[in-house]
């Protein structure tokens, strides 16, 4: 009997937000699986393991997952790790894979969760503290008050749209565009059109808190989290 695949948040960064459901699905399982070839440089993985310590005697399935948007290249990689992940579910083991945040916010597990379960195989989810949720309390701001809409964007693709969203606009994954994120983001605050900060490695040991979009390090890195508000009387 095949074993079941679970995609597991771990939370943004603090061991301390993995939800008790996680971590006990972390102890059970009997392999670890990882969006990257190396263990030591899996953020998700360091996370997991500075909560439910015993995983780190655990076996790994490695996905090495690409840093890219070529379709390609990614849907290789996805491919390549299925064929990962069933060899050891068809053995009978059951598949924690760890995922930074919740699986479902532009969750790398994703694609591997629709794919095993076109497959035939059990695939379920296990949420985790998304990253904007953790972001805007290290801000110390409501990320959505009364009628005031919440828009999730990927910053990748849509920073140069900003300004077309009413209210919130949370921006994520900015990539390697932090830089033009930034004076998009500076431009239209000096226009007074909006307000915005961000939050780098949330939740980490080497977080950095920006309440002025000014103060953000354009080699911020990959794990920036940018909230955009029409109005912000905190920052």
């Known amino acids: 009997m095949a074993g079941i695949l679970y995609g597991v948040g771990v939370g943004p960064g603090d061991p301390e937000l ?21 263990r030591t440089r899996c953020a998700a993985f360091r996370i997991a393991c500075k909560a439910v ?10 996905v090495s997952i690409p840093m890219t948007t070529d379709i390609d290249k990614l849907n290789l990689a996805y491919d390549r790790g299925c064929e990962v992940l069933s060899k050891e579910l068809d053995a009978g083991k059951s598949v924690a894979f760890v995922n930074l945040g919740d699986p479902s916010v532009y969750g790398t597990y994703m694609e591997l969760h629709g794919r095993m379960a076109a497959r035939g195989y059990c695939a379920r989810l296990v949420s985790g503290v998304p990253s904007f949720c953790a972001a805007a309390s290290a801000l110390g701001i409501p990320l959505a008050s009364k009628k005031e809409q919440l828009h999730i964007l990927p910053g990748c693709y849509e920073s140069q749209e900003v300004e077309l969203y009413p209210g919130t606009r949370v921006l994520m994954k900015s990539g390697g565009k932090i830089s033009q994120v930034k004076q998009k983001l500076v431009d239209l ?19 950095v808190i920006c309440r002025d979009i000014r103060d953000l390090d354009e080699d911020a890195g990959y794990f920036t989290t940018i909230i955009v508000k029409e109005t912000w009387s905190d920052i």
């Open 18 to 38: 993995l939800t008790i459901k996680a971590a006990r699905i972390l102890k059970t399982c009997d392999v670890i699986g990882i969006p990257t070839a190396d």
């Open 53 to 62: 310590p015993d995983i780190e005697k655990k076996p790994v399935a490695a």
């Open 189 to 207: 605050e000096e226009s007074g059109k909006i307000n915005a900060g961000a939050v780098v490695n949330c939740g980490m040991e080497n977080e």
